[in-house]
């Protein structure tokens, strides 16, 4: 089946600086994607999400590009800071027609590490 | 916001399980999730108005249910060890809006 992936599975960075997390996805079909973080212990927590019709979505200190020709999507988070340390996780909707965003296909996730 | 209980459970293999859930009010979609240690969560099932509306690569034994008063239910029999993960329930204010989530019942099977 088609998944969703990640290339770097972790990311260190220092306090202050921008992050970029990146995705590959494989289901040229697939028309709705979403970020989520989860800290140790937690469930995962919405973060921002895109659909296909759009490039780019910006939302507080995070903005998600989206590349349909290569499949790429990407979260950027600005000034980034000690809390944002978590896996952050892509994931892209499966359900017929983009009708159900309920099912989501997963990556593996990146471990962001910020540094003080 | 999504609350489950147990937040830990221990079984043993062959048992049956019931994990609950409590979506946040007006939600009328549920969906049940496995996340297994260090990977991503994989869809179980989800419901929409008390009906089973998609499933994931999951035998049988996982069902589920979904109650009018915002709450739902995960239920698996004949427990095996593989099924050791964290099931995270998730719901949404409808089909096109993206699910939140609760913070899951660590389960453990021995």
Known sequence: ?116 | GVTQSPTHLIKTRGQQVTLRCSSQSGHNTVSWYQQALGQGPQFIFQYYREEENGRGNFPPRFSGLQFPNDSSELNVNALELDDSALYLCASSRDSNSPLHFGNGTRLTVT
């Open chain 1, 1 to 116: 089946g088609e998944s969703v992936g990640l290339h770097l599975p972790t990311l260190s960075v220092q306090e202050g600086d921008n992050s970029i997390i990146n995705c590959a996805y494989s289901n040229s079909a697939s028309d709705y994607f979403i970020w989520y973080k989860q800290e140790s212990g937690k469930g995962p927590q919405f973060i921002i999400d895109i659909r296909s019709n759009m490039d780019k979505r910006q939302g507080q200190r995070v903005t998600v590009l989206l590349n349909k020709t290569v499949k790429h999507l990407s979260l950027q988070i600005a000034a980034t800071q000690p809390g944002d340390s978590a896996v952050y996780f892509c994931a892209e909707n499966i359900g017929a027609g983009g009708t159900s965003y309920g099912k989501l296909t997963f990556g593996q996730g990146t471990i962001l590490t910020v540094h003080p």
